[in-house]
């Protein structure tokens, strides 16, 4: 079945430092891939998506890419401000349009 | 537009008791979905309608637990009989038809089983 893969957290960093979350996923056929965010107190909210091999999503300076040869969507931002602390989730769509996530990733960012 | 809205945002019952959630979608959408997310988890899949038609409900955690959409407006699910297990936060989202998997998520019903 399809499973997703997140790099474990907590990841704390100071403001304006380079961020990655590492992504891997398994699924059979093509799914599209997400990356969705949740705020304190709020809900989950898309904050990228990339549908086919080889495209970037990108949004709020958050950038990633679909690569199908190694299975991963790893998530970037070059410099990270303290409104960015949130749980990041990692996700792929299968049948009927369900989302398996992954764990989630909780990064702080510290002034 | 409101967005996802869910009630109550917080229940506590007793073990053995039924509890039932609300969903309203945000009104263009037609597809439904109810998740279910524990401390340090990400959402898990239980159920997926499309207009009133429950279309996905194999990932129900027992039959304890169903959900329902008469008019193809705002959902329910129904947990009958909790348990202790059963804690966790249960997320609505709805999409449209047109999207990619573009879901939008209410803020959750929180429930504490004692």
């Known amino acids: 079945g399809n499973s997703v893969t997140q790099m474990e957290g907590p990841v704390t960093l100071s403001e304006e430092a380079f961020l990655t979350i590492n992504c891997t996923y398994t699924?059979?056929?093509?799914?599209?891939l997400f990356w969705y965010v949740q705020y304190p107190g709020e809900g989950l909210q898309l904050l990228l998506k990339?549908?086919?091999?080889?495209d970037k999503g990108s949004n709020k300076g958050f950038e990633a890419t679909y690569r199908k040869e190694t299975t991963s969507f790893h998530l970037e931002k070059g410099s990270v401000q303290v409104s960015d602390s949130a749980v990041y989730f990692c996700?792929?769509?299968?049948?009927?349009?369900?989302?398996?996530f992954g764990s989630g990733t909780q990064l702080t960012v510290l002034p | 537009d409101t967005g996802v809205s869910q009630d109550p945002r917080h229940k506590i019952t007793k073990r053995g008791q039924n509890v039932t959630f609300r969903c309203d979608p945000i009104?263009?959408?037609?597809?439904l979905y109810w998740y279910r997310q524990t401390l340090g988890q990400g959402p898990e899949f239980l159920t997926y309608?499309?207009?009133?038609?429950?279309?996905?409900k194999s990932r129900l955690l027992s039959d304890r637990f169903s959900a329902e959409r008469p008019k193809g407006s705002f959902s329910t699910l129904e947990i009958q009989r909790t348990e202790q297990g059963d804690s966790a936060m249960y997320l609505c989202?709805?999409?449209?038809?047109?999207?990619?998997?573009?879901?939008?998520f209410g803020e959750g019903s929180r429930l504490t089983v004692l």
């Open positions: 699924a059979t056929g093509y799914p599209s």
């Open positions: 990339a549908t086919k091999a080889d």
């Open positions: 996700a792929l769509s299968g049948s009927a349009r369900q989302l398996t």
């Open positions: 009104s263009e959408h037609n597809r």
């Open positions: 989202a709805s999409s449209s038809g047109t999207s990619t998997g573009e879901l939008f």
């Open positions: 309608f499309q207009n009133e038609a429950q279309l996905e």
